[in-house]
């Protein structure tokens, strides 16, 4: 047996040395997937013991990159979705009512701010869209639109309601942030205006207090809104 033991070694050695050149390349490709590759495969070869583990190492990453590729695909829909809610939903109206998701709203959901509210509309409407007819008047409508949101925005405050011609705005910033909307917006119009042959003119009214601010309406049918005096004057200023 003494006589034997240099061999036995020898073989054990290189018994040991054939185990760590198999498992070497699969250790290595654990720490390639623990680090983010997920794309990463080893050599489906050696015994048949190695075969499986290898063969079953390939198959987890496979299954692993699979899935967290749909998971990207899941993630970019509902940012996407997200996005497209905040068209109708603005999230600054979320971030007032301290909801994390639209999905977090619910009918009565309210809460009292001091907020600048103000409405705008362009003078005459009904008796121009008579004239201009629906498509002319729908494509007007959305241009001028799109000048008047540019402005409220850029001074921090968010559309809650169209309604026609009609905007109504928010300005959680206060009143001066309100007036410096209005002014970008009147200013705006010359350059509405010179695609026109009849020039237009809008009314502006602002006013600012404690209001509510939340959401009304039905089970089926739900409406962000502010509802308080502050409200009420300004649409009549």
Request: proline share 3%; net charge negative; aromatic share 6%.
């Amino acid at each position: 047996v003494v006589m034997m033991l240099p061999a036995i070694l020898s073989a054990t050695g290189k018994l040991a040395d054939a185990v760590m050149e198999r498992l070497t390349p699969l250790s290595e490709a654990i720490d390639e997937v623990t680090a983010g590759r997920l794309d990463m495969r080893v050599e489906e070869g050696g015994s048949r013991d190695f075969v499986k583990i290898s063969r079953g190492f390939n198959r987890m990453t496979e299954s692993l990159h699979a899935t967290m590729t749909n998971l990207d695909a899941r993630n970019h829909d509902l940012a996407e979705m997200n996005q497209a809610s905040s068209r109708f939903v603005p999230y600054q109206f979320l971030e007032l009512l301290r909801k994390e998701s639209i999905r977090d709203i619910h009918r009565g959901d309210q809460v009292q701010l001091e907020i600048a509210v103000m409405f705008a509309d362009i003078r005459d409407f009904t008796t121009m869209a008579e004239a201009m007819g629906p498509a002319a008047t729908f494509q007007f409508i959305n241009r001028y639109l799109g000048h008047m949101e540019r402005e409220i925005h850029q001074e921090g405050g968010f559309i809650n309601d169209f309604a026609g011609d009609g905007i109504m705005a928010l300005f959680h910033g206060g009143p001066d942030a309100a007036l410096r909307a209005a002014i970008g917006m009147l200013e705006q119009l010359p350059a509405i205006n010179a695609e026109r042959e009849e020039p237009i003119r809008i009314g502006i009214g602002i006013h600012t207090g404690p209001l509510m601010l939340g959401t009304i309406g039905g089970r089926q049918r739900l409406a962000c809104t502010v509802i308080g005096d502050v409200a009420n004057t300004a649409s009549r200023i």
